[in-house]
């Protein structure tokens, strides 16, 4: 069963906006000079581009079943819970390995009021 084009036209346009995405968060690598930095824009492309493919997972297999697709919500929510953990585990990592080697560590976080 051929999809609708305009089902067609759906996916390829969420497809194209999460690779823009995840290429903002490439240039956002090259761009900020220290680590703690750079885990921050791909930690958050990744997980905003995971969710955009999966909107047009749901979308494509909805369109060529005919009904509601939703089975793709179990891979994004296992991807939303492990990859913020997976980002405070390689903080942690890093701020370790700063301390062994007795490098100057970032400042802490101020507080706004």
Known sequence: MAMPPLGEIIVAALLLISGGVVLTAAL???RLP???LRMH???LASTLGAWIVTLASIVHFST?????ALHVWLIIIV???T?????IVLARAALFRRRQAGD???????VRR
Not at 83 to 87: D, E, G, I, K, M
């Open 41 to 43: 824009a791909p930690a």
């Open 104 to 110: 100057e560590l970032p400042p802490p976080l101020q």
């Open 79 to 81: 991807l939303s819970i």
């Open 28 to 30: 956002g690598l090259l």
């Open 34 to 36: 220290d680590f703690f």
């Open 83 to 87: 990859a913020p953990v997976t980002t």
């Open 64 to 68: 060529r079943s005919g009904g509601l």
